[in-house]
């Protein structure tokens, strides 16, 4: 059974950067897209970035306020996803998860994953 660990999170104050990693166990990362989710206090879970497999050219998108600010990778050596979040800002403040489809290709949809981890919490604030 595919496990995901999510690890990286913590206080930053706005303007700040925070690198989260995703680590597999029990399986591997290989042939799914990986998807970064968050959870802020009293709002819906929402797709943040996400990363296709190799096979779908590993090709990354983004939600519209985590463009030019997130990065999202993969080490498939090291069977994990990170997400390097740059110029970090108030609203950014939430609970991150990490989730691996058992397809390649990405969706926003969260029901499409079949994996999740944790979490990790990332708190921006003054």
Request: hydrophobic letters at 35%; one cysteine or more.
């Amino acid at each position: 059974q595919l496990q995901l660990v999510e690890s990286g999170g913590g206080l930053v104050q706005p303007g700040g950067s925070l690198r989260l990693s995703c680590t597999a166990s029990g399986g591997t990362l290989d042939n799914s897209a990986v998807a970064w989710f968050r959870q802020a206090p009293e709002k819906e879970l929402e797709g943040v970035s996400c990363i296709n497999s190799p096979g779908y050219d590993a090709t990354t998108f983004h939600l519209d306020s985590a463009k030019g600010r997130f990065i999202i990778s993969r080490d498939n050596a090291k069977n994990a996803v990170f997400l390097q979040m740059n110029n970090l800002e108030l609203e950014d403040t939430a609970v991150y998860y990490c989730a691996a489809g058992s397809w390649g290709k990405c969706s926003w949809a969260s029901g499409e994953y079949d994996h999740w981890g944790q979490g990790t919490q990332v708190n921006v604030s003054s």
